[in-house]
């Protein structure tokens, strides 16, 4: 027990030292709460406790991240909705929130929050196993045209991002989206698996997600729907340059608090944000683990999820998936 | 050759080993505290890793997590609180043995077995790595959807002398596990509108009450002298009785071990399911399946190894090819990935020094068990001085504090509290909580794999057969379900 009380002493030292190494600003005086509303451990995770111990340094307070998960992300993004917009309580929001309000799941949507920043864009591609007969996009979609219904895709959820960025790109380039059956899965790692195990044969997907499989020579990427190739995989080619195609399509990640936030908070979290992303830890860390990181002011980023939302909102009516 | 005294020196540093020190105990800590997971230790010690190099970023997630699923454990036994998911399967077996005063027997099974599951798992995965992660490879929707519904069947074995109400238990278990939007089809069912029954029923809360809180329960209603002192008067040597455990269940011990590392290297089962499996097992091949459930060691025994030999079969996929094999490693190769240690069949051929040195960081850690967790229980053994009515107080706060934790929401202290009151009058009137605790834990799994199988097949029920794996589960599935009658038939008289 003595010795329980020793450790204790220790973790209150450590605990009263990391408190005062902070400037006495007015803003912030106590812990800051960053939600991240995906489960522990995954990318996003990641990406929202990298940003948090850095925030941390630079605002001189504890960030805590706080994992509020559940209801494909409904819960955790309407938690940072709903808190008191005092910069106590800010979140890394993700691109399901430009859907979710189409499924009527929620009445929030981008325009719900005060953004303050994105940090990271990570494009879908198509990808398929290493030994199948198409080599190319181009005769990917021909097979697809050739024999309605034979090829199955996964990779995510029904309705989930991966699966609107197939169909989209699939009705851009004039082919019924029903003629590739979608079968929902946990997780793109998931999909990957069946693929592998030759379940199915189409996963759209982002790099990084299929990277280890890519690299193990199991799978392989046909193109990428963005407007150049990925850093991780430079040699697979943009769907522009595969089947002349302008769709665009990918998840995104961005740091955001609740609406009417006090204008100076405002402005040191929109600058503790920036400087994080700035800083050569979370740049190294986003190169290591794969994800694109790209940069967007709060005003660029309000733009982006609205121009993101109305083309969700097109392409889930046309499939059939919104409400 | 070269490359193993490279990673011994890696490992010997002796910052890496204070590491290794110091995540253990952190894991001992939060393994024991019922409602914080192995997984959320992992996630927690995630930041701190960011700013160490490889191998000792690695040990820490290795050490810490070997810790945690053992010392989940201990409140198991001690309080019939599982400490972790993984604990759950014997959970009311180990507090039974500790109500008979055979506290020290248990706890010591449980470490001295977690150790020995551990240590084979790891036998395991640095031997047979590449070669499993194939056959891991080979499993898709239809096997997985056999495998779970073997896993389900277990229920029966589990809660075999009440059949029918353990059947209902189990049935209850597969409806909680509908509710929710986590479904194939992303469609909102039982949710009434609500955003956190959105989410689905949380599983931790749910165990945690359905195991401690109606415990406190039924102290709270029972009369008599009994409920204020535990049968334990003292509290003897934890290692005493282990050697002869071991020689009266070797094949167990083996079972277990080898059973749990198997399902660990699949992805998407992990030690959890390992356990409940193991416990199945143990029950249906033991001499003497009717002491299962008053307070048995033997279950224990297989699948206390079963859990942490699972534990290092998640890291076969994960190693090989990057497809986490659980919870824990889906972190964990986002740290391999930020230390430049790229899964893949690669990471055996660029650096092996590294890679050998977390092997030997697995059996450092499940060798470091036993004394580190020798102490844990030293120490937690003293719960058992503190009088009843003083400690079921404490338990309910210690409840809801665990279920607060897992999401950070209210909500979830209501659902701990509701499966305690459910749990205590359903064992009042003879249904078993086990099942309905497994029939959560694969609901979704069975529901998702069944579904995504006949989207697959457009319908078609033969397409569950016709995979050379698949079909053999299947059939294999079947014969376990018809045994029962045929055993019947054959041992009828004849006249």
């Known amino acids: 027990m003595r010795l329980t009380g020793r450790y204790l002493g220790a973790f209150g030292a450590a605990i009263l030292m990391l408190a005062s190494g902070g400037a006495l600003a007015d803003y912030p005086n106590r812990p800051i709460t960053f939600i991240v509303p995906w489960g522990a451990g995954g990318g996003t995770d990641a990406v929202g406790r990298m940003l948090a111990t850095l925030m941390e340094r630079d605002l001189g307070k504890p960030v805590n991240v706080m994992n509020r998960t559940g209801g494909n992300g409904v819960v955790g993004h309407a938690a940072i909705v709903g808190a008191r917009p005092d910069g106590y309580t800010i979140g890394l929001i993700t691109s399901e929130i430009g859907m979710m309000h189409h499924q009527g799941l929620t009445r929030i949507s981008g325009a719900s929050f005060t953004p303050l920043g994105l940090v990271n864009i990570d494009p879908a591609a198509i990808q398929v196993r290493a030994d199948a007969p198409y080599k190319s996009l181009g005769e990917l979609l021909a097979a697809v045209r050739a024999q309605p219904g034979k090829l199955k895709a996964s990779g995510t959820g029904h309705g989930g991002s991966w699966h609107l960025s197939l169909y989209g790109l699939l009705l851009e380039q004039k082919i019924d989206p029903s003629t590739v059956p979608f079968v929902p899965s946990a997780s793109n790692a998931a999909g990957l698996l069946d693929l592998v195990a030759d379940g199915v044969q189409i996963i759209p997907g982002s790099h990084p997600e299929a990277r280890a499989l890519m690299e193990a020579g199991k799978v392989r990427s046909l193109a990428i729907m963005a407007d150049k190739p990925s850093a991780l995989f430079p040699q697979v080619p943009t769907v522009k340059q595969a089947v002349g195609s302008t769709w665009i399509s990918g998840v995104w990640r961005g740091v955001a608090a609740p609406r009417k936030l006090p204008r100076d908070v405002e402005a040191r979290l929109r600058m503790a944000v920036k400087k994080a992303y700035e800083s050569q830890e979370f740049q190294t860390f986003m190169k290591e683990r794969g994800f694109g990181s790209q940069w967007m002011e709060p005003e660029a980023f309000a733009q982006f999820m609205a121009r993101e939302d109305a083309q969700l909102g097109k392409l889930m009516k046309t499939v059939g998936l919104a409400k | ?495």
Request: glycine letters at 10%; proline letters at 6%; a neutral charge.
């Open chain 2, 1 to 495: 050759m070269e490359s193993i005294a490279l990673a011994f020196s890696l490992v010997a540093d002796p910052y890496v080993l204070g590491v290794i020190l110091a995540s253990s105990l952190f894991g001992l800590f939060v393994g024991a505290i019922p409602g914080l997971t192995a997984t959320m230790a992992t996630a927690l010690l995630v930041p701190v890793t960011f700013f160490m190099p490889s191998v000792p970023a690695v040990a820490a997630i290795v050490s810490c997590t070997a810790m945690a699923i053992f010392s989940g454990d201990i409140p198991g036994a001690l309080l019939r609180m599982p400490g972790t998911p993984a604990s759950a399967a014997y959970t009311d077996e180990a507090y039974r043995m500790t109500r008979k005063g055979q506290a020290e027997l248990v706890l010591g099974a449980g470490l001295v077995f977690s150790a020995i599951g551990g240590l084979l798992g790891t036998l395991v995965l640095v031997t047979a790595a590449p070669a499993l992660a194939e056959v891991a490879l080979n499993f898709s929707s239809f096997e997985y959807f056999w495998l779970v519904l073997l896993g389900l069947t277990c229920a029966v074995f589990i809660a075999s002398d009440r059949p029918l109400k353990g059947f209902v238990s189990l049935l209850l278990g597969l409806l909680l596990a509908t509710i929710g939007l986590n479904n194939p089809a992303a469609h909102p069912r039982f949710t009434f509108g609500s955003d956190d029954l959105l989410g689905g029923i949380s599983f931790i809360p749910l165990m945690v009450g359905m195991f401690a809180v109606s415990e406190v329960l039924r102290f709270v209603v029972s009369t008599g002298e009994s409920r204020l002192t535990l049968a334990q008067e003292r509290f003897g040597n934890v290692f005493a009785g282990q050697w002869a455990l071991i020689r009266r269940y070797p094949l167990a011990i083996f079972r277990g071990s080898a059973v749990g590392t198997a399902i660990g290297a699949l992805p998407g089962a992990g030690a959890d399911i390992a356990a409940w499996i193991s416990y199945a097992i143990s029950k249906r091949f033991s001499k003497t399946p009717e002491k299962f459930g008053t307070g048995h060691v033997e279950g224990v025994v297989e699948s206390g190894a079963a859990n942490n030999g699972a534990l290092s079969g998640a890291w076969i996929p994960a190693l090989v090819f990057g497809i986490p094999g659980d919870s824990i490693t889906a972190i964990a190769i986002g740290v391999l990935y930020m230390k430049g240690m790229n899964p893949g069949p690669a990471i055996f051929l660029n650096n092996p020094e590294n890679i050998y040195a977390v092997f030997i960081v697995f059996f450092l850690a499940n060798l470091l068990m036993l004394p580190l967790g020798l102490l844990a229980i030293r120490l937690y053994k003293q719960i058992l001085r503190v009088p009843r009515q003083a400690l079921m107080p404490v338990i309910l706060a210690f409840c809801m504090v665990g279920s607060f934790a897992i999401n950070n929401t209210a909500f979830d202290i209501g659902v701990m509290l509701v499966a305690g009151v459910a749990a205590f009058f359903m064992e009042r009137n003879g249904f078993p909580i086990a099942p309905l605790i497994l029939g959560v834990v694969l609901g979704s799994m069975f529901e998702e794999n069944f579904a995504t199988s006949l989207i697959k097949a457009e319908g078609s029920w033969l397409a569950f057969f016709e995979r050379p794996i698949a079909g053999a589960l299947g059939v294999f599935t079947i014969l376990v379900w018809l045994s029962p009658f045929a055993l019947r038939i054959l041992r009828r008289p004849r006249p």
